[in-house]
Each structure stands twice: as C-alpha cells, then as structure tokens.
C-alpha cells in the first residue's frame, strides 16, 4: 500500500508542474499584462514600468517562472487586490466553510445514491427503479440556484425548519479552533454550536448535492445491472452462496469501480462550484471571495483558487487510487 501511494504521488508531481506553466503563461498573456491588470486601464506607462521592476517582470521569463515556483512552494500566492490582505490568509478564512459544505453534500449524496441506485437495479422495472431514474434525471435538470431558493423558500421561510442564511446563528458564542464549525464544537465540547452549524448546512448542502446525488444514482444502478449479468455472479448463486454474500462481495464491490471514479470527480468538482449555492444562502465561504476577484480582477486570488482546486483533485485521485486497491486487490499487483 506504502508503495502504490509513493508511486501515486510522484506521478502527480509532473501535473503540478504542468498546471504551473500554464497558469504562468496565463497570467502574462492577460491583456495588457500583469501590471496593467494590477494597476487598472488608465495606469500610465511610468507606473507600469515601475510596478514591473518591483514585480520582477523586466527579468527574463525563466527567471520569472523559477520565482513563481519558489512563491508556489512557500505557499506565497501574493497579495488580494480586493483587502490588500495575503490570499493564504484570505484562503485558510474562507476554504473551510467550503470544504465543510462539499463534504457535506458528497456525503448526503453517497448515503443516499449507492443504496437508491443498488436497490433500483434489483428491483429492475417496480415502481423504485421508475422513481429513481425519474428522480435522478430531474435532479440533473433542476438548476442548482433554483432548488437551493426553492429550498430556501419552502423549508426555512415557510416552514421555518432550517436557518435561511450564514453558517451559525448571529451572536451565538462558539469558539473557533479550526474554521470547521461542525468540528469546532465536537472539539470544545459545545454540542450547541456544532448543532447550530449542522442546522445551517442541511439546506445549501441538499441543493448542491442534487446532482452528484442524481450521477451515483444512475451510475450505480447501470454497474449494478451491468456486473448481475456477469458468469462469476451466476456461477456464485449457482454454488448456493448466501445471497448476502453474493450481493455484497461479488454484485455490489465490483460495481461500485466506476462509481468511486464518479465520486471523486464529483467531489472536486464541489469544492470548485459551490459559488451559487454559498451566495443563494450567504454561507461565507470561497464562493462569493472568487465571484468579487472575477470582476476586479484580481489575478493573485484566481490564480491561488485555481491551485488549490488542482491540489484538491490531486488529492481527491489519490484517495480514489487508494479506494481501488481496498475494493478490488489486482490493483495493488499492478
């Protein structure tokens, strides 16, 4: 195992690289080049140059790239043009209300798709296996802004249910240790706070998984269907095997190959578009910081963004590497 997660990562080192060029690339190829992005359209040609000096952008371009790696490396992504403030610390106080709302949502979706998709398939043609395929296919069709107000309006304006907004009631005395509030209270032993942020995130979190939950959903009944018609699963039920074996070992644990794939890629596909839904309910999270650094654009935070999001898929590929070779071991052989 040790050796399939070295191998894994030294593998990932050249996407990393890769990202990194383009990402430089990108940042010179804007229009006007980083100082006319930086100091706005009516910069004169004085204060261009002087920023470029101070910048190191007179230096050639190899120069230029070794210094963007060395930032890279110290985590050093510059400064925001929006607070003035570094972007790592802009990052590490608005990424956690993120992640804790990806996760979140992955998770609704996983708990929920695997069982609903695993079922349909075994129930091929009854009334679930036509309200699941109906279901998901509407929850691919919603817009993810759209149910989140619908969600907003019936559950907490209505019915008052759930809060309408933010990630922990206004004025609620909690203690922040990591930035994850749903942690933070199971750390300081306030049970209070921590169900306070687990009420804020039941809303935004079923609005952004309704369309991973819909992916898994299918994805899991299709494989299932698919790995049921399999010689070894016939041949299995034909030994006289518990059906909980068969469906466990060889339907379920083969099937859900492809769908630990669609999983990752879902995941980090959440923690880079959760923008509508942290704005539909004022989460405070990376979603609206971003949305502001695309209008004033603010390139040192776009750029940390973005290699962030790659780290995070970095990661995500990893453990979905890892979670291969638990569920089927031929692929630690190879």
């Known amino acids: 195992m040790l050796r399939l997660v070295v191998r894994r990562l030294l593998q990932l080192i050249p996407t990393l690289l890769g990202l990194s060029v383009l990402l430089f690339v990108w940042v010179r190829l804007l229009p006007g080049g980083p100082a006319a992005a930086l100091l706005g359209e009516r910069a004169t040609a004085a204060d261009k140059a002087q920023i470029e000096r101070a910048l190191g952008l007179d230096q050639p371009l190899w120069v230029q790239y070794g210094r963007f790696l060395e930032r890279l490396g110290r985590l050093d992504l510059g ?24 996760v979140t949502a992955i998770l609704m979706a996983v708990a929920v798709g695997i069982p609903l998709g695993y079922f349909a398939a075994r129930r091929r043609g009854s009334w679930l296996d036509v309200s699941a395929v109906s279901g998901s296919l509407l929850g691919i069709c919603i817009p993810v802004f759209f149910l989140a107000y619908l969600l907003k309006a019936l559950f907490a304006v209505q019915l008052g249910w ?60 299709a494989s299932v269907l698919e790995v049921l018609g399999e010689d070894y699963v ?101």
Do not use: C
Not at 85 to 95: L, Y
């Open 79 to 102: 400064t925001s043009t929006q607070t003035g403030q570094p972007v790592w610390d802009e990052f590490t106080r608005a990424f956690p209300a993120t992640v804790e709302l990806g």
């Open 162 to 221: 759930f809060p309408a907004f933010g990630r922990q009631t206004t004025g609620l005395d909690a203690t922040e240790v990591t930035g994850f509030y749903v942690l933070d209270g199971i750390l300081t032993g306030e049970f209070d706070a921590s169900w306070d942020a687990v009420q804020h995130l039941v809303l935004p979190a079923m609005a952004l998984a309704s369309i991973p939950l819909a992916i898994i959903v299918r994805m899991t009944r």
């Open 234 to 334: 016939r041949t299995a039920e034909s030994k006289g095997l518990k059906q909980s074996v068969v469906r466990g070992r060889h339907v379920l644990r083969n099937a859900l190959l492809p769908v630990v794939t669609a999983i990752g890629l879902l995941t980090g596909g959440l923690l880079s578009g959760a923008v509508l839904t942290e704005s539909v309910f004022a989460f405070g999270g990376i979603g609206s910081f971003i949305k502001t650094a695309i209008d004033q654009r603010d390139y040192p935070v776009l750029v940390g963004f973005i290699m962030f999001i790659a780290l995070a898929y970095v990661i995500i590929n990893l453990l979905v590497d890892l979670a291969y070779s638990l569920i089927d071991p031929r692929v630690r052989v190879h």
